[in-house]
Structures are given as C-alpha cells and as structure tokens.
C-alpha cells in the first residue's frame, strides 16, 4: 500500500468550492484502487485567517508542509487583504520556501468547440508552458523611496541568477529532449537590455548541449500573437515568471477558459513538497454562487498523480475530463452548461469510475 500525505489549502473565494470537487476525484481513486490510500491535512489559511489572526498561515506554516507528498491549493486572494501581502505570505512564500522553481501549465485543447480561435482544432493547440517559478520579475527586490512625496522613487528590480537561469532552461531542453518535441523559448532581450539579453544568452549555451532538439526564440510580444494566430508552433515553452503567468491566462482564453487551466509548482530534485493547483484565482465575481467550474482544479489531481508516479490514475481523470466535456449541460456557465460546482464533481466521478473500470481494472 503506497500512502501519499496531502495538504489542502482550499484558500479564497472559489478556492474551497473547486478543491471540494478534487477531494472527491482523490477519495474515488482511493475507494477504487487498493494499493493507494491518501490522508490529508487541511490548513484553513488565506485571506479570512488573515483577518481574524493578522497573518495568511501559522508561524511554523512552512515547518508544518515540510514533510507532506504533496500540496494541494485551491487560490488566494480576496478584497479586504491588499493582494500583495496575501500573495506574499501565503502562495508564493511556498513556491519560493519549497524552491518550486518549475511550474509547469499544459495549454491543451481538449475540445475544438472550445477554442475561439476559428479552424483551430486539437492538434493545432497542444503545448506544455515551462515557467521559472523562484525569481525573475518575482523576486520581489525593490525599494520605495519618498512614499508620498513629489520625488518619490519606486524601484522593481528583477533578478535572473546564473543558478536560476540555468536551471529551468535545463530542465526545458530536458522536457524537449525526452517527449521529443521543439522548444521555444519566449524573452524580450531587444527592451530587457540585461536580464533577457542574459536569458537569450543562456537559452544557446545550454542549447548546445541538446544539438537534437530543435528550438525557436520569440520577443514575447510577437509570440502573444503566435498564441493566437499559430498555436500549432510552439510544443514546449520556456519563459520568465511574469512572461509565463501572462502567456497561461491567454493560454488559458485559447483552450477554453480558466476553469480548465492547471498547473503544477515542481520541486524535482524532491528536497521539498510540489504544490498542485489551477491557474486561476479566488473569482470574487462568482465565489458563494456554487457555479466555479472545478475542471481546473481537477485537471490538478491529474498532475498530482504523474507526479506521484501513478500515471494511469492520472491519464484516467485526463480521459474523464474529455469525456465530461462532451455533456454540455453536465458543465458549469462558463462552458455553456447551467450545472453546479458540486454536481460536475459527482458526475466526474461516475465517469472515472466507468473509465477505471473499462481500462484500469480490466488490464
Ligand atoms: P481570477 O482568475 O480569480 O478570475 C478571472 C476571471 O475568470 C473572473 O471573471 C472569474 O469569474 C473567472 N474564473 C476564474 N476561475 C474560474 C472557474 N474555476 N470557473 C469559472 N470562472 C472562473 O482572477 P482575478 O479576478 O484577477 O483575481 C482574483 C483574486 O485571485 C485576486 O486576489 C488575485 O490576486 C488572486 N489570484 C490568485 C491566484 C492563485 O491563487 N493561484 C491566481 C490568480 C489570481
Ligand atoms: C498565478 C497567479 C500568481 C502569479 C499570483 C496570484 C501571485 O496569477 O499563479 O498565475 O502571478 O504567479
Ligand atoms: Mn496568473
């Protein structure tokens, strides 16, 4: 029996609501598969927790994840808390705290109805965006000078470390390498005259080691608009933190919204815990309404299960996701259906269960 700890930080706004529905997908693997077992841990930080304790999480809230296999998180964020102190405390201390320096957000079309992007189909928008996660615009170095007076001086400096550079651009070619597809990689050297000039820089170093896999490089401008003229041209990407959390909310808009974009915060060398979560955020416009779309959030337990090593698990609730698309009225508003958060949880888990029973089970 193999037993994976899980976090959940279910957070704000939809967070809980969509993190329910992944709860439900991780326990019918559980019930289904007797080699697997999962306990999980709930922490009840995020914006609410702010407000009642002056902090996003526990003191020792790092100490407390440490030992986990796994960090499952709903989002964070909501008015009431300034944005920049509940990001900091709570969702990106983790990514850096863990070195979480890859996030990895699939931008795959699992339906053509989906896109709308005309004549543009499934295999027109199939690719993995290989985001740095630890640095670069994130760095959060900068100073405020004068707050408030008329010299006022607000500095936001990014930082591209050798180490930081190298590493996720490596694992980018590795990724190429392996799955045996091209690689872009996305920077801006013609205006980010030392940090992206530095980045194309790395980006051909390393590249000679990988004479085999064939690689492209846009200014991120133009390749904003390949997202949405030419899709069909990028198979992996590799870009900076802010570049990569742009480009997957348009990535997000090409493959039909962000109820269906996920993404996985890596910490390969495992020294630390990964944490799964969908791109989105706490959707204060919808949150209490029971109408978030959970696919997002589900899509992460797929990622949670590679991840694990329990690839077929994680190809089933990737199989089930296209095939609950294909029940329009079994889907939330934002796909044209007028189901419930809750009620897509429960029919995705009968479609897993029919799916594992047809393809798991008898093999
Ligand atoms: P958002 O992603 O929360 O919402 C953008 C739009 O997408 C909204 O119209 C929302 O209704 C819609 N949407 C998002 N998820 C959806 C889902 N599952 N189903 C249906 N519709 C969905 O972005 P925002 O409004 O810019 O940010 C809201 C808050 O969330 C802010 O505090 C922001 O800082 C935070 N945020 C957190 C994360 C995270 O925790 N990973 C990510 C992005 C934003
Ligand atoms: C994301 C989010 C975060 C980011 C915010 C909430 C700090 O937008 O995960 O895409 O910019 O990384
Ligand atoms: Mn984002």
Known sequence: ??????????????????????????????????????????????????????????????DKLKSVDA????????????????LWDLLLRIRKDFDQYVNLRPVTLLKQSLTPLKSKTEKDIDFLVIR??????????????????KEEVVLQTGVFSRKGTERIIRYA????????????????????????????????????EYPDVKTYSYLVDAASLYFVTDPERFEIVVTSNLFGDILTDLGAAITGGLGLATGANINPEKDFPSMFEPVHGSAPDIAGKGIANPIAAIWSVSQMMDF????????????????????????????????????????????????????????
């Not at 740095?132 to 007076?149: H, I, P, T, V, W």
């Not at 590795?174 to 205006?191: Q, V």
């Not at 796909?335 to 958060?341: E, F, Q, R, V």
């Not at 479609?351 to 089970?361: H, N, V």
């Open 1 to 62: 029996m193999k037993n994976f700890n899980i976090a959940l930080i279910p957070g704000d706004g939809i967070g809980p609501e969509v993190i329910a529905e992944g709860v439900k997908v991780l326990k019918a693997i559980e019930n289904m598969d007797s080699t697997i077992s999962f306990t999980f841990t709930m922490f009840p930080w995020g914006c609410e927790y702010y407000l009642e304790n002056g902090k996003m999480m526990d003191n020792d809230g790092i």
């Open 173 to 208: 070619y590795e990724e190429a390498r392996k799955s045996n597809r091209t690689l872009t990689s996305i920077s801006k050297g013609n205006a980010l005259n030392y940090s992206m000039v530095f980045w194309d820089e790395v980006f051909d170093e390393i590249g000679k």
């Open 308 to 363: 694990f090593g329990e690839e077929q698990w994680g190809e089933a609730v990737l199989s089930s996701i296209k095939n609950i698309l294909n029940e329009t009225e079994q889907l939330t508003p934002d796909l044209g259906g007028s189901a419930s958060t809750g009620t897509v949880g429960d029919r995705f888990v009968e479609l897993l269960t029919a799916y594992a029973d047809a393809e798991i089970f008898t093999n």
């Open 71 to 86: 960090i499952y998180l709903g989002a964070v964020g909501y008015p009431g808390v300034p944005d920049h102190i509940s």
């Open 132 to 149: 740095e996660n630890s640095e670069g615009e994130y760095a959060g170095a900068g100073d405020r000078l004068f707050k408030g007076k």
